[in-house]
């Protein structure tokens, strides 16, 4: 029997009582007109086989709420080229998703960038993600650009339009890059990319949605008009997210921190604590008028189809046979 699940959501909202109408931000979210919403994912490749059936289960999960796209990350120095570019190509071939594959300009020279890039093209691949990438020693340390290669991510970004009519999306970060000695230099460095060609900037992730909105405002003051994608992560281990957010020159709010003191043995609290605060962000960006939301999925599934529910993504698109 075909379910209507749109029609059923709305059906269902229109019979809701009308105090719901002055409930919280996410029950605000799951009542409104979502229709112009797009949701995408990150993934990661994996390492090994329980790795990747890991994976492919939240693959086919989240294909389920027919994202926009969906990337596929690269590590640092090209350190998983070949597993990113299976893990692509498989989506190519098995799904009915919409791959983007990270690139960076780490490690490689123009030649060995613009084979990789081809490779992509013929296998069905219409998307990147242009980055200049961390260093091989890791983040923190000193960048040094490859003496043949692509120096910075507006220079790969060039090259890749170049070598095919690529969709390039590019990185974004509401708190500065770390590297980025001010406001200025962040905001010159994003519009050279999109002078070079980017169609979208997806944003390093943050915690608050004031962050992601004062930095839509700066980057819309300097001129720049290509769409602004939050990056929102769904990290329920908040040892690693702090990891990555001192990494990364992301200000950890100490009322976050301070939800998560004492339950480094409790996963389940921590899961049901980002779950809610994901989903409250989420709506929190929905209401100031956001519409394209990217989520770091960690490769499982479960806090991804939370937020994409409430974000409308209920369509049972089919997966290739």
Not at 121 to 127: E, I, L, T, Y
Not at 139 to 146: E, F, L, S, T
Not at 259 to 278: I, M, Q, Y
């Amino acid at each position: 029997m075909a379910v209507n699940l749109e029609a059923d959501s709305k059906l269902m909202r229109d019979n809701m009582h009308p105090a719901t109408l002055n409930a919280g931000p996410v029950a605000k979210t799951a009542r409104a007109d979502r229709a112009d919403v797009k949701v995408s994912y990150e993934f990661f490749p994996p390492k090994n086989e329980k790795m990747e059936t890991a994976l492919w289960d939240s693959i086919r999960k989240l294909e389920l709420h027919n994202p926009d796209f969906v990337s596929v990350t690269y590590g640092a120095g090209g350190s998983t080229r070949e597993r990113t570019h299976r893990t692509v190509s498989r989506m190519v071939q098995e799904t009915n998703l919409r791959p983007a594959a990270h690139l960076t300009c780490v490690g490689s020279d123009v030649s060995e960038i613009n084979e990789i890039a081809n490779d992509y093209w013929d296998s069905g691949v219409r998307h990147i993600v242009a980055l200049r990438g961390d260093p091989p020693e890791g983040i923190g340390r000193r960048y040094v650009p490859h003496a043949k290669g692509f120096a910075y991510g507006s220079d790969l970004v060039a090259g890749l339009k170049k070598v095919a009519d690529f969709e390039v999306s590019v990185s974004a970060y509401p708190e500065r890059h770390p590297e980025s000695p001010s406001w200025d230099a962040e905001l010159d460095n994003l519009k050279r990319k999109v002078d070079a060609g980017a169609t979208r900037a997806i944003t390093q992730f943050f915690f608050e949605a004031e962050t992601f909105l004062r930095f839509q405002d700066r980057v819309q003051a300097a001129g720049i008009d290509i769409p602004i994608v939050p990056g929102l992560m769904l990290q329920p281990n908040f040892q690693g997210l702090k990891r990555m957010s001192d990494m990364c020159g992301v200000r950890v709010p100490e009322w976050y921190a301070f939800l998560f003191e004492g339950l480094n043995e409790d996963p389940e609290t921590r899961n049901l604590l980002t779950s809610s605060l994901a989903l409250e962000l989420t709506a929190s960006l929905f209401d100031a008028g956001v519409r394209h939301f990217h989520l770091y999925t960690l490769n499982r599934a479960g806090l991804a189809v939370s937020v994409s529910r409430i974000l409308g993504r209920h369509s049972l698109k089919r997966i290739k046979e």
